[in-house]
């Protein structure tokens, strides 16, 4: 969905604009009608999902300029996701007369006092500086519309629950609680129990196919050779769909052009194609009308299948993080996948990585690189198999 389908104010909008922002991230779009009716929220939702835009556009549209006092409360865990949180916020009230304001440990709070003693409309704060500031008297809660916990899981891990109890326990009014968690662990649970009425529950997290429900192969074999393998492996498979991941749009577009005639139903996908065309790929490929989707890894980005029964790597990921995200796009719902990861003699230590962090049981289909005794060499292209058929003569001289 687009931001301008929204209704929203012309100020919005145009910091929308400025920031580059057209369409709607999963949490945005899920989230904003709560928000924006001040709902509480539990929401499990991951680092990097555009959280604070989600929270931050519904929230400015409520905040009253006139009215001088802290209207929003945030808590962060660091004072990096502190920081973090106010520039997007800033960014995204460039155009209204709201002050944003961030205050955490490590800075001057002679500075931080005196600021908030003059105007402040949109509070981010890690607990233990703001807990200072409450001793010291200096801030009111009493105008406080909203209260987000960001990134819960990690603030309880951190130590912060008592004093994020101590917090909420200060706004003293009926007021809305937005609850932000990668993980929902049984005292993120009681603490949504204990502090929010009746939230709504959202979770945007991709699930993560369990390794017992995919299988590991890789193949270490020479570049060139990479696409005479790939089409042998899938000839041998049953393939319900495939999703083949490049780590970059031009090897996209290669790979697209080079196997199209060997696999039918085939299409490719990457963040330099125009929105609509992404969409239409989708839509084809979640209604099976294709079988192989080629993707970078921008484009394939919150992409939910539930057919994909092989995830192909025709490249080795960024890291065991980014394999986790591909290949966790096959085994869902209890169903069997498989993943087929090519590996080039530079790989070898990120897939020793790899295997150890994910606890991967790895597949080799042909040599495995790990357990010959030099992989300081580049595999060598295999040779195909010859029959020794002995050749008249004449045409052995005709050769030499
Ligand atoms: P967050 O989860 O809020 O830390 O956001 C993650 C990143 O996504 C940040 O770099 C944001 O600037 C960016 N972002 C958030 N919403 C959008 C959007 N609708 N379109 C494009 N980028 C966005």
């Not at 604009?17 to 945005?28: A, F, L």
């Not at 074999?221 to 042998?232: D, M, N, R, S, Y």
């Not at 290949?327 to 990585?353: W, Y």
């Amino acid at each position: 969905m687009k931001f301008t389908e929204l209704n929203l104010p012309e100020n919005i909008l145009k910091a929308l604009k400025k920031m580059g922002y057209e369409d709607m991230t999963p949490i945005q779009e899920a989230t904003y009608p709560a928000i924006f009716s001040g709902q509480d929220l539990c929401a499990l939702a991951e680092t990097g999902s555009g959280k604070t835009a989600a929270c931050a556009i519904p929230l400015i549209q409520k905040v009253d300029p006139e009215l001088n006092a802290i209207q929003v409360l945030v808590l962060v865990p660091t004072r990096e996701l502190c920081m973090q949180y106010m520039a997007e916020i800033q960014k995204l009230a460039a155009h209204t007369e709201l002050v944003p304001y961030a205050v955490y440990g490590g800075f001057d709070k002679c500075i931080q006092v005196s600021t908030l003693k003059h105007k402040v409309h949109i509070l981010v704060a890690t607990p233990g500086r703001l807990i200072d500031l409450l001793y010291d008297g200096v801030l009111s809660f009493a105008q406080v519309k909203c209260a987000i916990l960001d990134e819960a899981d990690e603030l309880l891990k951190v130590g912060f629950l008592e004093d994020i109890e101590f917090i909420l326990s200060c706004i003293l009014h009926e007021h809305q609680t937005l609850l932000f968690s990668a993980t929902m662990p049984e005292d993120i649970k009681k603490l949504a129990h204990d502090c929010m009425r009746n939230p709504q529950h959202i979770s945007l997290i991709t699930e993560r196919a369990g390794p017992e429900s995919i299988e590991h192969y890789f193949s270490y074999c020479h570049p060139k050779q990479k696409q005479e393998e790939l089409i042998k492996y899938l000839a041998g498979e049953v393939v319900d769909q495939a999703l083949i991941f490049c780590n970059a749009r031009h090897k996209v577009d290669t790979l697209f052009h080079a196997i199209r005639k060997d696999l039918k139903d085939i299409d490719y996908m990457h963040a330099g194609l125009t929105q609509d065309k992404r969409s239409g790929i989708i839509r084809k490929f979640r209604s099976c009308k294709l079988r192989y989707l080629i993707a970078s890894d921008v484009a394939g980005k919150g992409l939910d299948f539930s057919h994909v029964s092989h995830v192909i790597n025709w490249d080795f990921p960024r890291d065991s993080e980014q394999y986790t995200h591909r290949t966790g796009r096959t085994g869902r719902m209890g169903r069997k996948g498989k993943a087929f990861t090519f590996i080039s003699k530079h790989d070898v230590p990120r897939l020793r990585d790899l295997i150890r962090i994910k606890k991967i049981t790895p597949c080799w289909i042909g040599n495995d690189p790990l357990s010959e005794i030099s992989t300081t060499q580049e595999p060598k292209p295999r040779r195909k198999k010859r029959t020794f058929r002995p050749r008249p003569a004449k045409a052995v001289q005709k050769a030499e």
